[in-house]
């Protein structure tokens, strides 16, 4: 159930012609009224003799009791209720009883009381009813409205309850603004999936995605195809920017613009400057860090490693870099969602989509400490999109897993926090990178499981032995996976490397949970051949053995950040 107050009017009149009316997209079926102030108010719906102006008339009489200062101000307070999809439909008497509950709740009526304000609601339509009070109590004062939409959404979720209804989790004000009926009805005559507000939230967010100074981010702006206008100070300071749709136009035919800060509370102009630097805004004079040449695949490698060590951070570290970090890891999936590959990109976008609620909470960011998730995401951006399968695709499956146990990480410390919204949104956008990571790591794990398959038996005996010596409380699960075939490729791939696969298994096991992995030797194959440095795709590769051995990984040949990925 979701309560919206909307913007307070001064016309009784034109709201009621509106509620009684078709709708802007003739949606409005069967306009009645379910509930009012006295239970008696005239219905222009269901009575042949009632009429809007008498109804207005009734609901404005309070008007006079208050003085021309009072009168002057906006008096119409409205109130919508919408249902889910799934949830089932309500009787008359039920979102009677709603109304009733709801404006007792916000303060504009109290039934004890007795001197409450004037006010009806109406439905028509099976899902949402909108309720309409005047604003001036029948004492002649105004109701004290403070909180009113705190109170309300608290009644939804007792109500969602006590009726059977999707509970939905409370909110903490950080999420991005919901698109209005009006925008939802628009969309669908223009055919759209999404309302103009979420198409432009989407395309906005990409073009933040690793991006490092005002210029760059206009630039990707206009090269989606958006129409962008700024505001400038007399200084000549840019002080903010708004984005249309070139095809969503108003009645006159003009563009219908967005401020950032209408998109999401941190798609504003000084909150995205925030990202750029650690203390002060980036300025378009500051030199960008220079973009290194890197190809799709070792992107994605990159990209897994700094995943790998910024669930640490989550895990362990203070709020604020926690934070930062949570944000950042919004910027590296949109990244990865613009450039996956067509197999994986309509799941990455769903799970970019669902982590944004996830990126933003009252847990203020320390900027800073995110910056190589963010040069994760640049990186991912400039290299280019995938293709094919291949390399760029094996890796993108070791990115996928990475980013999958670090947008879990989130979850649960949101979780901790009480951020029932945030959580939520972040195991939505985990189940998503779940389905991304099957289309992704199908073909190159068929690859290893069958090189595993054909590994001579004594070589295939002692990594058995390797795998019970180094993680023995693992082993038998691991054996039993469909999986330990393409580990054990694995394990002798790293043996061939110079490696000590032992050491690279107690490692991999030790510094992060596996609770959460459908399969633990799925993910032991991606920590190890990225801590290995060994091809994410294995189609033809053979191992070539190399003198010496490492007991310990050695960091990405071209990492993006290679200071803090090495371990």
């Not at 399969?519 to 190399?546: F, I, K, Y």
Request: hydrophobic share 40%; charged share 25%; net charge neutral.
């Amino acid at each position: 159930m979701i309560p919206k107050i909307h913007k307070r009017g001064k016309r009784t009149i034109g709201l009621l012609y509106y509620l009684y009316g078709p709708g802007k997209a003739e949606e409005h079926v069967d306009p009645h009224l379910v509930a009012s102030w006295d239970h008696a108010a005239p219905d222009p719906g269901r009575d042949p003799e009632a009429t809007h102006k008498e109804l207005q008339q009734l609901l404005d009489q309070p008007l006079a009791l208050l003085t021309d200062a009072q009168r002057a101000r906006p008096h119409v307070w409205h109130l919508s209720i919408r249902n889910g999809p799934t949830d089932r439909i309500l009787s008359d008497e039920e979102w009677g009883d709603i109304a009733r509950r709801m404006v007792a709740a916000a303060g504009i009526d109290d039934p004890d009381q007795g001197a409450g304000c004037r006010w009806v609601a109406v439905r028509h339509a099976d899902d949402h009813i909108h309720i309409l009070a005047t604003l001036a109590r029948e004492d002649g004062y105004r109701p004290d409205l403070d909180r009113d939409a705190v109170r309300v959404q608290a009644e939804a979720r007792l109500l969602e309850q006590e009726l059977g209804l999707r509970r939905l989790k409370p909110g903490d004000g950080t999420a991005a603004q919901r698109p209005t009926s009006a925008e939802r009805h628009k969309a669908d005559r223009q055919g759209r999936a999404r309302t103009a507000r979420e198409e432009l939230r989407e395309t906005v967010r990409r073009a933040v995605a690793g991006a490092v100074s005002e210029d760059e981010f206009f630039d990707r702006l206009a090269a989606a195809g958006l129409l962008v206008k700024t505001r400038v100070a007399p200084s000549g300071d840019l002080l903010g920017y708004k984005v249309a749709l070139p095809d969503d136009r108003n009645k006159d035919g003009e563009p219908v613009y967005y401020p950032g800060a209408r998109l999401a509370p941190d798609l504003s102009l000084p909150r995205i400057r925030e990202r750029w630097s650690a203390g002060a805004p980036a300025r378009d004079s500051d030199p960008a860090p220079p973009l290194r040449p890197t190809a799709p695949a070792t992107a994605r490698r990159s990209t897994a490693a700094v995943a790998w060590e910024a669930v640490l951070v989550v895990e362990q570290g203070e709020d604020g870099p926690a934070a930062a970090h949570i944000a950042a890891a919004g910027e590296v999936l949109d990244a990865l969602a613009k450039t996956s590959a067509a197999h994986t990109r309509r799941e990455l976008q769903e799970a970019a989509w669902a982590f944004e609620r996830a990126s933003r909470s009252h847990v203020r960011a320390v900027r800073g400490h995110d910056r190589a998730l963010r040069q994760a995401a640049r990186d991912l951006v400039h290299s280019g999109p995938v293709l094919g399968r291949g390399e760029d695709g094996a890796s993108t499956a070791m990115a996928i897993d990475m980013l999958f146990f670090l947008v879990t990480a989130a979850a649960h410390w949101h979780a901790r926090k009480g951020h029932a919204q945030q959580a939520e949104a972040a195991q939505q956008a985990a189940e998503h990178l779940r389905s991304a990571y099957r289309a992704a790591a199908g073909h190159p794990l068929a690859v290893l499981h069958q090189r595993g398959r054909h590994l001579a038996r004594p070589l295939l005996q002692r990594q058995t032995a390797v795998l019970r010596a180094a993680v023995p409380h693992l082993a038998d699960q691991v054996l039993a996976e469909a999986g330990w075939h393409a580990l054990a490729a694995t394990l002798a791939d790293a043996e061939a490397a110079g490696y000590d696969p032992a050491a690279l298994l107690v490692d991999a096991v030790g510094r992060r949970e596996l609770g959460t992995a459908e399969s633990v030797s799925d993910v032991l194959v991606w920590r190890l051949r990225r801590a290995a440095d060994l091809p994410a795709d294995a189609t033809g590769a053979r191992p070539v053995s190399r003198p010496g051995t490492r007991s310990t990984p050695t960091a990405p040949r071209q990492s993006s950040a290679p200071a803090h990925q090495a371990r």
